[in-house]
C-alpha cells in the first residue's frame, strides 16, 4: 500500500498563504486520483481537493475554490497544496490520500489502511 508524508503546515495569519507538500511512497499514478483532505478539530475528514489521474483535472471544494490550487510532480510522486488567501476557517490538520475525484468531497479514500500523520495548519485571526 502507498504511504503520504504530509508536510509544510504551520501558523500563518488571516490572509497568508502555504503551500503544502505529499510525498507518496510509490507512483500514485495507478490509482484514480489523488485527494488533499482536511479535518478540522471534532469534525469529520473533508475533501478539499482532488487531482484525476485520468486526465489532470482537479477539482475543489466551494469554500477552497480560486485560493487553493493542488499540483503534482511525478518525478517526485510529490503532490502540492498551494494555499492562499487563507481563513480562520481552514484551520485543520490536512493529508493526502487516494480517492476517486466524484467521491473526494465526501472524504472517500481507498488504498490505505488509514490516514497518515498529516500536517497541521493553523489560522490566526
Known amino acids: 500500500q502507498v504511504k503520504f508524508v504530509e508536510s509544510g503546515g504551520g501558523l500563518v495569519q488571516a490572509g497568508g498563504s502555504l503551500r503544502l507538500s505529499c510525498a507518496a511512497s510509490?507512483?500514485?499514478?495507478?490509482?484514480?486520483?489523488v485527494g488533499w483532505f482536511r479535518q478540522a478539530p471534532g469534525k469529520e475528514h473533508e475533501g478539499v481537493s482532488c487531482?484525476?489521474?485520468?486526465?489532470?483535472?482537479?477539482f475543489y471544494t466551494s469554500s477552497v475554490a480560486g485560493r487553493f490550487t493542488m499540483s503534482r510532480d511525478d518525478s517526485k510522486n510529490t503532490l502540492y497544496l498551494q494555499m492562499n488567501s487563507l481563513k480562520p476557517e481552514d484551520t485543520a490538520v490536512y493529508y493526502c490520500?487516494?480517492?476517486?475525484?466524484?467521491?473526494?468531497?465526501?472524504?472517500?479514500?481507498?488504498?490505505?489502511?488509514?490516514w497518515g500523520k498529516g500536517t497541521l495548519v493553523t489560522v490566526s485571526s
Open positions: 510509490r507512483s500514485t499514478l495507478n490509482y484514480y486520483g
Open positions: 490520500a487516494p480517492t476517486i475525484c466524484r467521491e473526494y468531497a465526501t472524504g472517500y479514500y481507498y488504498g490505505m489502511d488509514h
Open positions: 487531482i484525476s489521474n485520468g486526465d489532470s483535472s482537479t
